[in-house]
């Protein structure tokens, strides 16, 4: 499934110390499940809020799947021009850089991890956490994201859309949901699951 692609990107990227960096141009629209595509959204100031021009955020991610479990830094820089992601293993080694500019995604990382490495999943994944829904919904195909009542500050998921075959009325349950700890996204302690892969990510700033 494309979900496993996701974290064998982590897992070979945890794994990996050094070695010659290579530039791709990647693919900026990716399968999320049956029927459901999401092609990355554009940079805009409704992604960074009304009060600020930059977002600047160290985190780590942990990463469980149903055979281990993980952990990456990641320090993202955003501003209205560019959105950079850099990848770091546990010692502060890095592993890639991507770079998106709303239009192209370039990933710099290691000749090691090779065609493995999908920067167009993991940037998918950061923008279904952060983006506000509706920039999320007009790029989302077969599907929507939208909030639902929880038991935590903020609940998020990704249903089928009733255009797609595999929706079903009385059984709608999600494709992926996100919890969040506090109400702005970016401050939250954040949990991701697509239990059709069996991935699970949890993300804390540092």
Known sequence: MPQLSISLCFLIALLLLSGCSQTLTRQTCVTLAPE???????????????????????QKAS??????????????????????????????????????????????????????????????IMQLIYWPDNSVNQYLQGATITRYQCDTALCRGVFFAKSNPNYQADNQQALITIRYSDLTPWQAEVELNIPAANFQLNISPL
């Open 36 to 58: 459901v595509s999401y092609c990355l959204a554009p940079i805009n100031q409704q992604v960074l809020g009304s009060d600020r021009q930059t977002i600047s955020a160290m």
């Open 63 to 124: 990463i469980n799947t149903q055979a281990s479990q993980h952990e990456l830094l990641t320090q993202l820089e955003l501003n209205q021009q560019q959105l950079t992601l850099v990848g770091l293993a546990p010692l502060g080694q890095a592993l890639f850089t991507l770079n998106y500019d709303g239009h192209n995604l370039i990933s710099e990382q290691s000749q090691l991890l090779g065609e493995q490495f999908k920067a167009e999943y993991l940037l998918a």
